[in-house]
């Protein structure tokens, strides 16, 4: 399978556990998202990354939410002190910043239980 | 504030009847927008986007700068068009508070 790969794909953990996921984006591709679904939501824009650049953080990350794409490859999203209101299921996208060109590829995601 | 809404939370046809999904936008720049949809268990995926003005698997959606509007069509709909389908803006679009979003999404059940 070369898409976007998302692990674990599911993950339940408890109130004020750290968590951590991995995205494997297409290989060429230099940008990476990171999304957020809540059941009846669209996907809401977490972060972005171009390369191992992270660009782009929204307001919906808090200080407890972070990420990485340390080589300009995978990436990971932590979560620390998990509350019950991370419970979602958690995107991964890729793309190729290439002119004209910006569709995005997602993954399957991580659904989060938060106990 | 900016942003990208459907206001239709469920669309309920029959097959072979025409289908409309609305988006409309309110954020300020050149709109580029796209549709992407979700099959029952299966992972989001790009339908369609404006700039390349092509109809795929039937749909087509037209930019409407005058009523800020991004509406997805079908005039024949068929059982496998039911999903969910998101209205999106590009990600290099910066929206207010920081907020880069899709629309809620409309849920298409085509019924036989």
């Known amino acids: 399978d070369t898409g976007v790969s998302q692990n674990p794909r599911h993950k339940i953990t408890k109130r004020g556990q750290n968590v951590t996921f991995r995205c494997d984006p297409i290989?060429?591709?230099?940008?990476l998202y990171w999304y957020r679904q809540t059941l009846g939501q669209g996907p809401e824009f977490l972060t972005y990354f171009q390369n191992e650049a992270q660009l782009e953080k929204s307001r919906l990350l808090s200080d407890r939410f972070s990420a990485e794409r340390p080589k300009g490859s995978f990436s990971t999203l932590e979560i620390q002190r998990t509350e019950q209101g991370d419970s979602a299921m958690y995107l991964c996208a890729s793309s190729l910043d290439r002119q004209g060109e910006n569709i995005q590829y997602f993954g399957a995601g991580t659904r989060l239980s938060v106990l | 504030a900016q942003r990208v809404t459907q206001p239709e939370k469920l669309l309920s046809v029959f097959k072979g009847a025409p289908v409309e999904l609305k988006c409309n936008y309110s954020y300020s720049g050149s709109p580029e927008l796209f549709w992407y949809v979700q099959y029952s268990r299966q992972r989001l995926q790009l339908l369609l986007r404006h700039i390349s003005r092509e109809s795929i698997k039937g749909f087509t959606a037209d930019l409407n700068k005058g009523e800020t509007s991004f509406h997805l069509k079908k005039p024949f709909a068929q059982e496998e068009d039911s999903a969910m389908y998101y209205c999106a803006p590009p990600i290099m679009i910066k929206a207010a508070g920081n907020k880069l979003t899709f629309g809620g999404g409309t849920r298409v059940l085509v019924k036989p």
């Open positions: 290989s060429e591709h230099n940008r």
